[in-house]
């Protein structure tokens, strides 16, 4: 739940509890039921059923995270060494002197941790008491130095909860106040917080014409959209808003785990087209553990005339095992 995360699209997982409701059929094999701290906790999905706050520890964590970018606020995408003032970054090939990694070539070189939150839960989980949720703002508030990703199936429930932010804060002491009903007042306001990266799954077109347009109604700094476990081709509709893009980042990803749905790899090759034709930074995470396609270039390269994939990792998560044109892994700005 900590530091260390094997998720390719963040550097840090936080987890403020653990515990959720199965909402659309994304969540059908829902890993996080059935990951090691639900199985140690005793938690159980599902409405009514209780969330459980994870431990003073684990809260205490990206303040740590926090301090260590302000002190070494450079960081090498490859190896994880950080820098106080890499100089050497004016240079376009340049290397990172603890692994040699070549900066051109990756972007390497980043600041500010990404911290996705919530990979065991949902931060607008009606069903969570107010005071974790006030707690979780707090959190954000002090550590400016983190981008936080905050991922939610559930964007219809941000207004409500931000209302019930506001008002649980009017009903406390002056002394006893949080920032959280004041972050509340602003982002309902129009004005969010500057390091909070908002998100939602859309793991097929049902979800993405429902979810994505509430995403683009709230205020925020930066949209991005979870298209995992992808479960059919999307169109996705609204990328751009005028002269820009409206979402700013797509992650693509299809299913793991022993009943994985599968996912055709032509599905990601022709939403990684209509990122690239409306300007969206893409990332492919994994092609999932039942990949398959109808692609002749595929079926070649795996001796294969239809069906599917045979790849060596479980989660078809080994890029060395695609073809060229799904090595893509950009990050927004």
């Known amino acids: 739940m900590g530091k260390r995360t094997k998720i390719s699209w963040c550097d840090s997982t936080f987890n403020p ?4 409701s199965k909402v659309s059929p994304g969540c059908a094999n829902c890993y996080a039921e059935h990951d090691t701290p639900a199985r140690v906790l005793g938690v159980k999905w599902g409405p009514g059923e209780p969330r459980h706050r994870t431990s003073a520890n684990n809260w205490r964590q990206p303040e740590a995270w926090n301090v260590a970018c302000q002190n070494f ?6 190896c994880g060494g950080r820098f106080v003032d890499p100089d050497f970054l004016g240079n376009p090939f340049c290397v990172c002197p603890k ?13 500010n ?18 005071e974790w949720l006030a707690d979780l703002l707090d959190l954000i508030q002090r550590t400016p130095n983190l981008n936080w990703l905050l991922l939610t199936k559930q964007p219809g ?12 804060d009017h009903g406390l002491t002056a002394e006893d106040r949080t920032y959280a009903g004041n972050m509340a007042e602003h982002w ?4 969010p917080p500057l390091n909070v990266r908002f998100g939602v799954s859309a793991e097929d077109q049902e979800r993405w014409d429902e979810r994505v347009p509430l995403l683009r109604s709230i205020p925020a700094t930066s949209r991005f959209v979870s298209v995992e476990p992808m479960l059919e081709r999307i169109v996705f509709t609204g990328l751009r808003n005028m002269a820009r893009p409206a979402i700013d980042w797509i992650i693509f990803g299809g299913e793991s785990g ?10 990601i090759r022709d939403g990684l087209r209509q990122c690239r034709e409306a300007g ?34 479980l989660k078809g998560a080994d890029p060395s095992e695609w073809t060229a044109d799904l090595h893509v892994r950009q990050f927004p700005g």
């Open 17 to 20: 509890w653990v515990g959720c």
């Open 73 to 78: 606020p450079w960081r090498c995408g490859l």
């Open 99 to 111: 692994c040699n990694g070549l900066a051109s070539e990756r972007g390497l070189f980043q600041r």
């Open 113 to 130: 941790d990404r911290v996705f939150c919530g990979s065991l839960c949902d931060w607008l989980d009606p069903e969570v008491p107010i």
């Open 157 to 168: 429930q941000w207004r409500s909860q931000m209302k019930r932010l506001r008002k649980f």
């Open 188 to 191: 309902l306001a129009g004005t």
């Open 258 to 267: 022993p009943k994985a749905r599968p996912c055709d790899v032509a599905w």
């Open 280 to 313: 969206v930074p893409a990332f492919v995470k994994q092609l999932g553990s039942r990949p398959m396609t109808q692609d002749p270039e595929i079926w070649t390269m795996h001796g294969l005339t239809f069906g599917p994939l045979t790849v060596r990792d």
